[in-house]
């Protein structure tokens, strides 16, 4: 944003001195009331220690990240790094662009300390002329006293960290998400990518109140899926469908969340055999199936990431039937290897032996399902090119920067949460299956936390198999 040098624009109204002075008059105290203290903070704290124990007697800074650009001097909507939220429980609305949360070393541990750009007072232009922090602009922030009553921290002036980080003490730190804190301390990039993966694998293992956010998501998620078949009508009826379906998930994911997990995918017909299609910019023809892949991040920034693939007029033909209960075959497998002490592979090993079988019965595989199941061979997966699971929480691929002897190659505990989704896609112009399947894509995910003696889909009020799902869409659309 290109700005002046009190947060306003080129092109914002002139302030003259005689509406500065009018403008710092005549304000009552509007202080918060009823501030309670965030339900997270207890988990923070816990979460605190653990990382305090591993690294002794270093500074740790852990940066919210700024504003970025999505066009000349408009921003995206603000979303904190997720290292940021998982240790401060900042999250949502209270989350303000360029603080730093820092844990300085004590010789009992480490101390929280919070910098953030607090409200902005009455006896400045900031409130009114700052169109990046101004109360006017952007709305209220809380004080730094506000702050500190609901999230138990240390909280400072943002203006004071270049002055707190000038004593160069040992320091890890997330870098790249703010600028002060990249100049003040020295580049060291094994440290900076050694704390990646920390911040990553402790967030492997759930805790309560991460369980029950992401069975908020994901229960605000199915609603959301509810939305979308009650608009297939609509959808069919213009074009570039695929976006009324889009839309209609977008508008639950703002009401009872913070935003989108990530882009809805709409597929429609045989755009559900693109993965990632997010340009939704198909027609929706009754007939075909819709692959929709949706989550909604709720508040505290914890996200679901479900798919279902659907008969737009509300039933499955005999061939998108049978491709459809492969996958579903396929998935009931894949719950079944989610238990302690598995492998993270062993849920892609055992949905893919249901695939390669279901392949080589209808045919089109070229040879057994024993010979392509073998690690050197795998043509089976010219119809399913996609890993089976991801781990899943504060981020949708949860825990990206963990070692893959703890992740990919990882064992799977208990209070893990990750998705099971495997999927069958025939190309329009794959010629090795017959004309009736071409063009049919699917795949059905949920969402499952680990427990003790195996897994609990979390996402399992949704209906998936294709009985139920026609039964479910036939009583979401009798209405319209």
């Known amino acids: 944003m290109s700005e002046e040098k009190d947060g306003s624009r080129k092109y914002d109204a002139a302030n003259p001195k005689p509406l500065a002075d009018f403008m710092k008059t005549g304000w009552a105290p509007t202080p918060l009331e ?8 207890k988990f923070c704290k816990e979460r605190i220690k653990k990382i305090s124990a591993k690294y002794p007697g270093k500074r740790i800074v852990l940066p919210a990240g700024g504003l970025k650009v999505r066009s000349n001097d408009t921003d995206f909507r603000f979303r904190p790094h997720s290292g940021f939220s998982y240790f401060t429980g900042i999250t949502g609305s209270d989350a303000v662009p360029d603080s730093v949360f820092i844990l300085e070393p004590r010789a009992d541990g480490h101390e929280a300390l919070l910098f953030i750009h607090p409200r902005s007072p009455r006896d400045t232009a900031e409130f009114y002329r700052d169109a990046k922090h101004g109360e006017f602009w952007v709305g209220r922030r809380m004080t730094l006293d506000e702050t500190e009553r ?7 002036q943002i203006e004071d960290l270049a002055d707190f980080l000038s004593d160069e003490k040992p320091a890890v730190y997330v870098r790249g998400e703010n600028k002060v804190v990249d100049k003040a301390i020295s580049k060291d990039k094994s440290e900076s990518a050694e704390l990646l993966t920390y911040l990553s694998e402790i967030r492997l293992v759930k805790d309560s109140f991460e369980i029950a956010e992401m069975q908020k998501a994901v229960d605000a998620t199915n609603r959301g899926f509810a939305d979308m078949v009650r608009v297939f009508g609509a959808a069919t009826s213009v074009a570039r469908g695929e976006r009324i379906v889009e839309a209609a998930f977008f508008g639950r ?7 989108l997990g990530y882009d809805t995918i709409a597929a429609s017909g045989s755009h559900a055999c693109i993965l990632h299609w997010i340009r939704n910019d198909g027609d929706v023809k ?13 508040d505290s920034l914890y996200t679901a990431d479900i798919t279902r693939t659907l008969p737009i007029n509300g039933k499955f033909s005999p061939a998108q039937r049978k491709i459809y209960m492969l996958v579903y075959e396929a998935q009931k497998a ?25 392949l080589e019965e209808m045919g089109v595989l070229p040879i057994t399902a024993e010979e392509s199941l073998k690690l050197d061979v795998g043509l089976h997966r010219r119809w399913t090119v996609h890993g089976v699971s991801h781990m899943l929480g504060i981020d949708v691929h949860d825990c990206n920067d963990a070692r893959r002897e703890q992740y990919s190659d990882g064992i799977l505990e208990a209070g893990m949460i990750l998705t099971v989704e495997p999927g069958l896609y025939i190309h329009p112009d794959d010629e090795l299956f017959p004309a009736e399947y071409r063009g049919i894509g699917v795949r059905i995910e949920d969402d499952v936390l680990v427990t003790e003696t195996g897994c609990r889909v979390l996402s399992n ?15 979401l659309t009798r209405s319209n």
Do not use: C, M, Q
């Open 334 to 358: 894949g719950f079944a290897a989610v238990k302690p002490g598995a492998r993270f592979k062993d849920i892609t090993a055992a949905a893919h032996a249901v695939l390669a079988k279901g």
């Open 253 to 259: 994911a703002r009401l009872e969340g913070n935003d």
């Open 34 to 41: 009823g501030i309670i203290p965030n339900p997270a903070i």
């Open 150 to 156: 609901k999230y138990g921290f240390s909280v400072r």
């Open 461 to 475: 009020k949704l209906p998936s198999h294709p009985d139920e799902v026609e039964v479910w869409i036939s009583n």
């Open 286 to 298: 009754s007939g075909d199936l819709i692959l929709i892949d949706a989550g909604i991040e709720v």
